[in-house]
């Protein structure tokens, strides 16, 4: 059991320690089993919290609203879920987000997760992801142009 994904577990005081172990160790007496605690400070890889950098926001919401309408485009809230794309966020400025496929003339359709096997792609959504990638990329090179010496 992972506790605590996406934080620096070395910064987790002494004290929350001792009481996290006795809380876990304890509910483990109610069932009448054993748990050990460990923190792992030694080991790597934790996985840091995924960050949206701010101005990819805003590259992100003018492509998305100029592209699908800003009535389509949604802020959600914080998950607590890890995510290796943090791991690109330490070196690079990054942007995750999510493309909803709701299927609003299906009332019976499955809200599944994704990682659930009852999950059902809804594959009208896919060009509409397809632009959305394409659009952002197009228009953050050209509001950015890079630096890149050709090959010949």
Known sequence: ??????CDRSKIPRR???VLSQVISGQAAVQRC????RFNDEEKP?????INNGE???????????????DKVN???PLMGA???????EVIPGY??????KNINSLHESRAGSHSPYFKVNEDVLPYGAALYASLATGYLLKYPQDVTLIS
Do not use: I
């Not at 059991?1 to 996406?6: D, E, Q, S, T, Y």
């Not at 054993?34 to 605690?37: E, G, H, I, R």
């Not at 934790?46 to 995924?50: E, G, V, W, Y």
């Not at 995750?96 to 496929?101: I, L, P, Q, S």
């Open 46 to 50: 934790f996985f840091p919290a995924t």
């Open 16 to 18: 929350s320690r001792l």
């Open 96 to 101: 995750f987000f999510f493309v909803g496929m």
């Open 56 to 70: 990819l926001h805003e590259h992100f919401r003018n492509v998305a609203g100029n592209l699908l309408g800003m």
């Open 34 to 37: 054993n748990a050990t605690v």
């Open 83 to 89: 995510e290796d794309f943090s791991f690109y966020q």
């Open 1 to 6: 059991m992972h506790l605590f994904p996406g």
């Open 75 to 77: 802020n959600m809230q």
